[in-house]
């Protein structure tokens, strides 16, 4: 196994997580089979209960591991399916540990953070890389080296770099290059943070300079020196219009073949996958635009992977997707301005907790409907479809779901197996689900199928005991398991189409998501 080990200084959001993925990418590019693990030094065991306003999207894996967002990067760069194995925290390893500590298998000794700390980190490393079957491991070291909370976990790859042999374990920093007020590239804070590095015992082996502009050869020379790597391991990593672009820009800056050669492997197989990409993305010169109609509108990291499947989708089509995040509770303030959405070729209602807003996407949904214009739901946004049409086409006004009102019609409730769920406000059905698809469906047809699996992570149902009298008036409930309605479509309409699973989590650059792929096509016409 070969281990690169990713770490970050000067300050967080560098984009540590994109140049891992991008790394792996590369190598990938060259016929290895690659995979990654993010370590986040937060005490929480893992992302599940995070509020998206801090950390961003929870991005949920096919195990149903509610994991940071990065990993959706590694699935999303790399093409592959991880485990919640592949994330660890603090919190997990810190449970384990005092697990252990409580059956004794300590033997009386006293638990220390070095050795019994870092030995738990370094196996969980270690085994789920093996068990992977990958060639490369990426490891991303959340946090910025001098973090308090990072300390056991630089301290494991530390020790990992004496017990592997050298060829095996190789270090790349990720740091920042600002400007000063002349525009002259400073590079102070990388020689502070490889310092930093180096008093933990850490030597670099490259330096990922991230930068407004291309690094200078004076600045990749004067970083080099001072932080003792050849200048053909500090590699510009310069700001790009999109994500995308940033593997081939390291490709250009030599990173593959000094890695290779540091890691004393030679390329097997070329692939030329993620440049017939990117060229086909360059391409673009058209647009839409599409409305998302969600709560945490400001947040563009909230729903990172809704972003990325209209990405894949409007490549696939060769057409830019511009979406427009509006915020849902504008909509409840000021409802006459519902009719901007007039201006877009879609609307598109995200997943959500809590009643906050949902006034306003069902002010929007109900404005798709009745305007023909293509929609697309996801989980809450299907569930807020399926009161919609309870409400306004059925009559029952007071129609809701009962995680958001007390109502006489809860179209949306929590199936009766699941009442315990009800009582401890706990457990979610998380992860992939099969659904069993009509014939002649819509969703049928975007599947080319007649069942499909995707990740889930919902609490709520349609109750069973309206779907007779919501399909007599023209939703259908297409995709089932069992008694759980996975999506609703309207047939009558141009594009309607709502699933109580999360299509977004699945679609990847060059393989986009069907449902948002239909949606994409629906909108460009
Ligand atoms: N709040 C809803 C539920 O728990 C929808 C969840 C979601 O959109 N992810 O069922």
Not at 23 to 37: D, E, Q, S, Y
Not at 248 to 255: A, P, Q, S, V
Not at 346 to 373: D, H, M, S, Y
Request: neutral net charge; proline residues 4%.
């Amino acid at each position: 196994m070969k281990y690169i080990i990713v770490t970050g200084g000067v300050m967080s959001g560098l984009g540590k997580g994109i140049t891992a993925a991008s790394i792996g990418r590369i190598l990938k590019n060259k016929g290895f089979n690659v995979t990654a693990i993010k370590i986040d030094p937060y005490i929480n065991i893992d992302a599940g209960t995070m509020s998206p306003y801090q950390h961003g999207e929870v991005f949920v894996l096919k195990d149903g591991g509610e994991v940071d967002l990065d990993l959706g990067n590694y699935e999303r760069f790399l093409d592959i399916e991880l485990t919640r194995q592949h994330n660890i925290t603090t919190g997990q390893v810190y449970q384990t540990v005092i697990e252990k500590e409580r059956r004794g298998d300590y033997l009386g000794k006293t638990v220390q953070i070095i050795p019994h700390v870092t030995n738990e980190i370094k196996e969980r490393i270690r085994k789920v890389s093996k068990k992977s079957g990958a060639e490369i491991c990426i490891i991303e070291v959340g946090g910025t080296v001098g973090d308090i909370e990072s300390m056991p976990f630089l301290e494991a790859v530390r020790q990992m770099h004496s017990e592997e042999k050298e060829e095996d374990i190789i270090f790349v920093h990720v740091t920042l290059v600002p400007l000063d007020t002349q525009g002259e590239q400073k590079t102070k804070p990388t020689q502070h943070s490889v310092k930093e590095l180096r008093s933990l015992g850490l030597q670099p082996d490259a330096i990922v300079a991230r930068c407004k502009e291309p690094v200078l050869p004076d600045t990749k020379s004067k970083i080099a020196l001072f932080c003792d790597v050849p200048v053909s391991a500090v590699v510009s990593a310069h700001d790009a219009s999109d994500i995308y672009y940033v593997p081939t820009l390291m490709e250009k800056e030599g990173l593959s073949d000094y890695l290779m050669k540091k890691l004393n492997i030679t390329e097997k197989e070329i692939s030329h996958f993620w440049e017939t990409l990117i060229k086909k993305m360059a391409s673009i010169d058209k647009e839409i635009r599409v409305a998302v109609v969600g709560k945490y509108a400001h947040l563009g990291d909230s729903y990172i992977s809704i972003n990325e499947a209209l990405k894949h989708a409007g490549i696939e089509c060769g057409c830019r997707v511009k979406a427009d995040w509006l915020d849902a509770e504008e909509f409840e303030r000021n409802p006459s301005d519902i009719d901007i959405l007039r201006k877009y070729n879609g609307i598109l209602v995200p997943g959500g907790f809590g009643v906050r807003g949902t006034e306003g996407k069902i002010l929007a949904i109900r404005f798709a409907r009745e305007n023909n214009i293509p929609y697309l739901g996801l989980c809450l946004g299907m569930q807020l479809a399926v009161i919609e049409f309870a409400r306004n086409v059925l009559g029952l006004t007071d129609a809701n779901s009962s995680e958001l009102a007390e109502t006489q019609h809860p179209v949306i409730d929590i199936l009766p197996e699941q009442e315990n769920i009800r009582n401890m406000g706990g457990t979610m059905r998380l992860g992939n689900c099969e659904a069993v698809l009509v014939e002649g469906s819509l969703a049928s047809k975007l599947y080319g199928g007649n069942t499909l699996i995707e990740r889930h992570r919902h609490r709520y149902e349609v109750n069973p005991k309206y779907i007779k009298q919501i399909e007599s008036k023209g939703m259908k409930f297409t995709g089932r398991n069992d008694h759980r309605m996975e999506i609703a479509e309207i047939p009558d309409h141009k594009f309607f189409f709502s699933s109580q699973f999360h299509p977004e989590f699945k679609s990847r650059p060059g393989k986009p998501s069907p449902p948002f792929l239909a949606f994409v096509k629906a909108a460009i016409q």
